[in-house]
Each structure stands twice: as C-alpha cells, then as structure tokens.
T-cell receptor, first 113, second 114 residues
Framework: GQNIDQPTEMTATEGAIVQINCTYQTSGFNGLFWYQQHAGEAPTFLSYNVLDGLEEKGRFSSFLSRSKGYSYLLLKELQMKDSASYLCAVRVYSGAGSYQLTFGKGTKLSVIP | DAGVIQSPRHEVTEMGQEVTLRCKPISGHDYLFWYRQTMMRGLELLIYFNNNVPIDDSGMPEDRFSAKMPNASFSTLKIQPSEPRDSAVYFC????????????FGQGTRLTVV
C-alpha cells in the first residue's frame, strides 16, 4: 500500500511564506499532486510533479525529490483566502495498465492577519 | 462539460436503510474513483474503475458497501444496510490518469445516518 504523511495543521501570517511538507512510501510511483480544499467544498487541483525539482505556478510552487520520497508545497504572499486544507496525493502504477490515486490526510492551513 | 456530477448533495437516512449515491464522470475520462472523507481518516480511496471495470476495491470497508459502473457515464455506490459510522462526505472523481492530467472531483454527497 501507500503511506503518505503531512502535518495536520499549520498557521501562518498574511503576506508571509509557508511550506507544507509531504513524505510518502510507495512502489510504482507515477507522479505527485497537490490539491486545495476549502471547508465544505471539493478538492481542486493545484500542481503536479513527476520529475525531481521545482514547479512554479504563480504564488504556488511544488518541489519533488523521488529518491527521498519527499515533496513540499510553497505558498508565497499568503492571502486570507489561502486558508484551506492542502492535500498531497500520489499516483502509482498498480499493474495491468492501471493507475491509482491515493491522498494524504491533508494539512489544514490557517492564515491570520 | 459540466464537470463531475454527484447526487444527491445531502442525504439523511435512518440506520438500516439502503443508500445509493450516484456519479456522472466527465465525458471521455476512463478512470472513476470513489472516496470517503472524514475528519479522522481524511480522504480514503474506496474503489476505482478503469474503463468501467472495477480494478481495486480493497478500500471498501465492508460487504455492506458495493459499487457499480454499468457504462462510461454512470456509477453508483450503495450502502446496505447503512450504519451511523458510515456518516461522511463521499466524493466521486474522474480522470484520464495520463501525464499531468489531474483528477476532477464532484461536489460530494454528505451522508448522515441517524
């Protein structure tokens, strides 16, 4: 199976930078996704990494190290609307041409003035 | 496309009753996932389909849970009989699972079993 770990909660100040870490143990790794989920809503896609390195997308960046089983999501210039849960998800090849997508429990980020 | 469509949005039922949740994936997506989300366990994968065929149902908690995908545009998740511990938000998601294509989620069904 897959084991995905993230911190449960984090708090950061408006305008600051925050890094949310994710570690995973899996076989058949085929990509890592970050999703954002506001309370009472569905998860929405933020970023995707399959090769080592940093992917930048506006205020959000995501980093992957496959050898370490490690990723982080970096949020810059935090805004109050960034208060949400951030979910790390790993796609694995499960055999017979099929893929599986498994999520961590998510990190609840609170942005304070 | 209207996105992934789930129904109902909310369901309140009594313990012992049968509950059926429905999902219409995005047209053309060949993967469909059913997830359950609770505060304690987060987003758990229950079962997923590839080209309408169930691939892995190891996440289905008990025999009380069953899922079907009779065609590419419709899937159901059934709980019979329902129990209070089944109360959760159930999400359906669909994807191509190819390259950087993400999974798209429906708005979820909030199930309360009393």
């Amino acid at each position: 199976g897959q084991n995905i770990d993230q911190p449960t909660e984090m708090t950061a100040t408006e305008g600051a930078i925050v890094q949310i870490n994710c570690t995973y143990q899996t076989s058949g790794f085929n990509g890592l996704f970050w999703y954002q989920q506001h309370a009472g809503e569905a998860p929405t896609f933020l970023s995707y990494n399959v090769l080592d390195g940093l992917e930048e997308k506006g205020r959000f960046s995501s980093f992957l190290s496959r050898s370490k089983g490690y990723s982080y999501l970096l949020l810059k210039e935090l805004q109050m609307k960034d208060s949400a849960s951030y979910l790390c998800a790993v796609r694995v090849y499960s055999g017979a041409g099929s893929y599986q997508l498994t999520f961590g429990k998510g990190t609840k980020l609170s942005v304070i003035p | 496309d209207a996105g992934v469509i789930q129904s109902p949005r909310h369901e309140v039922t009594e313990m012992g009753q049968e509950v059926t949740l429905r999902c219409k994936p995005i047209s053309g997506h060949d993967y469909l996932f059913w997830y359950r989300q609770t505060m304690m366990r987060g987003l758990e994968l229950l079962i997923y389909f590839n080209n309408n065929v169930p691939i892995d149902d190891s996440g289905m908690p008990e025999d009380r849970f069953s899922a079907k995908m009779p065609n590419a545009s419709f899937s159901t998740l059934k709980i019979q009989p329902s129990e209070p511990r089944d109360s959760a938000v159930y999400f359906c998601a669909s994807s191509y699972m190819d390259g950087n294509t993400e999974a798209f989620f429906g708005q979820g069904t909030r199930l309360t079993v009393v």
